[in-house]
């Protein structure tokens, strides 16, 4: 698989109920456009905000075994991307780890930049963390 230039993960998390059953969802397209891997997984119980930021953890780490060098991730999560740039503090301390995770998996990539997008710009991504929690038991 040819990894140059520039890749794109969407990331998605849900919660059923804030906690709730919670799931993930990932989808990363390669530089043309095309749809290389996807990720849809239940994750158990937890606030939207930690499925979040474990649907982000999920696409960098799955971007990082398909050896990719240059990775945008784009999410409707404000709170996420802000904390990430460091314009929001990270106060919760259910958090505090996964961003930690977040950060040293960024600082893997040769280039990395997070970026906030409109709702409706995440459906797939969206529809995957929706699809695993109807699968859920």
């Known amino acids: 698989m ?3 230039g520039t890749w794109i993960a969407y990331a998605d998390g849900a919660s059923r109920g ?3 059953p919670a799931a993930i969802g990932a989808v ?3 530089p043309q456009g095309r749809q290389a891997h996807t990720v849809s997984r239940a994750i158990g119980r937890a606030t939207n905000n930690e499925a979040e930021y474990r649907a982000a953890v999920a696409a960098l780490e799955a971007a990082l075994a398909l050896g990719i060098s ?3 991730l784009r999410m409707d999560s404000e709170l996420v991307v802000r904390q990430l740039d460091a314009r929001y503090k990270v106060r ?3 958090l505090k780890p996964l961003f930690g995770r977040l950060k040293e998996l960024r600082w893997r990539f040769r280039s990395f930049h997070a970026r906030s997008i409109p709702r ?3 459906r797939i991504a969206d529809l995957l963390a929706n699809q695993a929690l109807d699968r859920a038991p």
Request: no cysteine; proline share 11%.
């Open 28 to 30: 990363i397209f390669d």
């Open 92 to 94: 919760n301390p259910r």
């Open 2 to 4: 040819q990894t140059e």
């Open 18 to 20: 804030n906690p709730g």
């Open 120 to 122: 409706g710009d995440n």
């Open 70 to 72: 240059d990775l945008e």
